[in-house]
């Protein structure tokens, strides 16, 4: 957000050097420690464009603002000058119009896009884990963050429901399962007839190189489809394909099984996809794809049979798209859903979140995508994310040492509400579940948020429900507390206190409550940067800033005892608005706020 001052200072440049004002971008940043000042305006940034020495310009700035009635004081240091603002110029752009502010914390009208993101893509052969839940929450926050800028957008899911390792679960239920019907939630059923088949494999492997010493170099993957079971699953992925009838009957009721269980799951984290694909709608139209593609050359035929494409010019191996049994890969329906996508909603923009290991599979697909030289082969994006590590280690799903996303919910529900009986000794309130779920949630989201996508993340359940430290609980506790406060102020004053038409802002000048204006300038640049760099830890970062530097106001400025009933009600007036200020950045991240924690 500019003021008035700078707006005049562009002008004021734009006539001294003699070009258009659109040309002068000053965009404010605040002022080191180091200075003397609230706010700074880079000199270095405008020497390319007024074709100035920094020092000259920095002396034309100074001079400028020195003078101006909405200055209080300016400084130079080298390029750099800095400045206060008089307290009343200093509100009015910020907490005393919080509605305005808000408002205008989106992109011009000729950069907003029409985006489409997948996100989540589960298997259907065992429930939501830990990993899932980073990438449900970052795929969510940023449909929301993206949204809340202005841009269109589309959050869809693309559900992985055929293949082999679909197959593997569905021969060891057939093998182990007894007939049984689901009598757990479906996609933890599912998953443990996953984990069965995968202990058999590994008998089947040690007993085949115990009978022949030459196949203890090859790999298990190498091995799989010698062992019976890997032949099993091979030839039930074949009968899936020439749609068998007594294995399609089985596949759609384990399948069933599984997304009722992913319902659950996606309504307790708050996901409400505009669209679910099923990669068994969508394979068909891939492997179509590619063979029309064969026929008009773009692809090529190896002598076993398997149709592949040479992406040498782009850097990258061959690939094969279709095996030579005929049956498709994983990125054969990746082709038809990119397309299938592109068809439905013409977005500008798509975006995959997958994980970092998948990044030669993306860098492949978009190639591919170059080559059918299709209309959406530009701006196609994967937002690649890093591993969620437990102090325990990495987790592996066939060996079933994963951290289920549903009990992960229970235990983090269980640590917050213990913190929050903690606090509320023996008045236990009413809604304790409901106001532990939202604060377990918040915790869970605000800690996969934190870090920059790309990081490999260390997650501890128990640390990141804390209500102090750089944690979502301590910033839904800053709202708790002010409405807390707004609520103590209309029992102790009248329902007048709480109307803010009228506040005498230049009360409000010590230097914390300065800084909570100063800090609420950049909600906005904050808001922009997070959703322009596809990372949602910039706006965690603002939040987690405005929090701590309310809580400092809040030690060192009383509201409820201040000198005067005109203090209060400015004071309250401050508090009110940063609320609104944290609030729709906790709501932008999908984050719940608890009525009282």
Not at 124 to 139: I, Y
Not at 379 to 405: C, F, I, Q, W
Not at 488 to 505: E, P, Q, R, V, Y
Request: include cysteine; hydrophobic fraction near 40%; aromatic fraction near 10%.
């Amino acid at each position: 957000m500019n003021f008035v001052c700078i707006d005049d200072l562009i002008k004021d440049l734009s006539s001294k050097f003699d070009i258009p004002e659109s040309g002068i971008n000053i965009s404010l940043e605040i002022c080191p420690a180091n200075m003397e000042g609230e706010f700074t305006v880079n000199c270095f940034r405008l020497t390319k464009v007024l074709k100035q020495k920094p020092d000259s310009i920095s002396d034309s700035v100074l001079n400028f603002l020195s003078e101006h009635s909405d200055v209080e004081s300016a400084n130079k240091l080298k390029a750099f000058v800095n400045f206060s603002l008089k307290a009343n110029v200093l509100y009015k752009n910020t907490l005393a119009d919080v509605k305005t502010l808000l408002k205008n914390a989106t992109l011009p009208e000729s950069s907003k896009q029409k985006i489409l993101i997948e996100y989540s893509a589960p298997n259907t052969n065992k429930p939501l884990h830990l990993g899932h839940l980073r990438n449900n929450t970052l795929g969510m926050a940023l449909t929301s963050l993206l949204k809340r800028v202005g841009n269109e957008v589309f959050g869809v899911n693309l559900i992985n429901d055929r293949g082999i390792h679909i197959c593997k679960s569905m021969i060891a239920y057939q093998r182990f399962g007894k007939n049984e019907t689901a009598n757990k939630k479906g996609d933890h059923f599912v998953g443990d007839f996953y984990v069965l088949f995968d202990k058999e494999l590994k008998r089947q492997l040690v007993e085949l190189r115990s009978f022949n010493t030459d196949l203890t170099e090859k790999t298990d993957e190498e091995l799989f489809s010698e062992t019976e079971i890997g032949k099993a699953a091979q030839a039930t992925l074949i009968k899936w394909e020439n749609n068998d009838s007594e294995t399609i009957a089985l596949w759609k009721k384990m399948n069933k099984w599984v997304i009722d269980g992913f319902t659950k799951t996606y309504i307790r984290m708050g996901i409400d996809f505009t669209k679910v694909y099923l990669e068994s709608e969508t394979y068909k139209l891939g492997k179509n794809i590619v063979l029309d593609g064969y026929k008009k050359g773009v692809f090529k035929k190896r002598e076993d049979g398997a149709i592949f494409a040479d992406l040498k010019p782009f850097k990258l191996t061959e690939k094969v798209l279709l095996r030579p049994d005929a049956t498709s890969v994983y990125i054969t329906q990746d082709i038809g859903t990119t397309l299938m996508k592109y068809r439905d909603f013409h977005p500008d923009t798509q975006i995959w979140v997958v994980g970092d290991e998948q990044i030669h599979h993306f860098k492949t697909l978009f190639a591919l995508i170059k080559v059918l030289n299709y209309e959406c082969s530009e701006n196609l994006h994967h937002l690649a994310y890093g591993m969620v590590n437990l102090p325990s280690g990495k987790m592996k799903s066939r060996e079933g040492t994963v951290v289920d996303a549903d009990n992960l919910f229970d235990d983090m529900q269980e640590f917050a509400k213990n913190a929050t009986l903690e606090r509320c000794g023996d008045n236990i309130p009413e809604d304790i579940d409901e106001r532990s779920e939202i604060i377990a949630q918040g915790a869970l989201k605000f800690m996969l948020l934190k870090f920059n996508p790309k990081t490999t993340i260390m997650f501890d359940p128990e640390a990141s429900i804390k209500f102090e430290g750089d944690t979502g609980p301590y910033v839904q506790y800053v709202c708790a507390r002010i409405n807390s406060i707004l609520a103590k102020a209309k029992t102790k004053f009248g329902d007048n206190i709480l109307d803010f038409s009228k506040i005498n802002w230049s009360l409000l000048d010590s230097k914390w409550e300065r800084k909570l204006a100063i800090l609420s300038t950049f909600y906005s640049n904050s808001l922009i940067a997070a959703a322009e760099k596809l990372d949602c830890s910039v706006l965690i970062g603002f939040l987690l800033n405005l929090s701590k530097a309310y809580n400092s106001f809040y030690r060192e400025c009383p509201v409820l005892i201040a000198e005067n009933e005109e203090l209060v009600k400015a004071r309250l007036a401050l508090s009110s608005a940063v609320k609104d200020i944290l609030a729709d950045g906790l709501k932008t991240l999908t984050i719940g706020i608890p009525k009282a924690m």
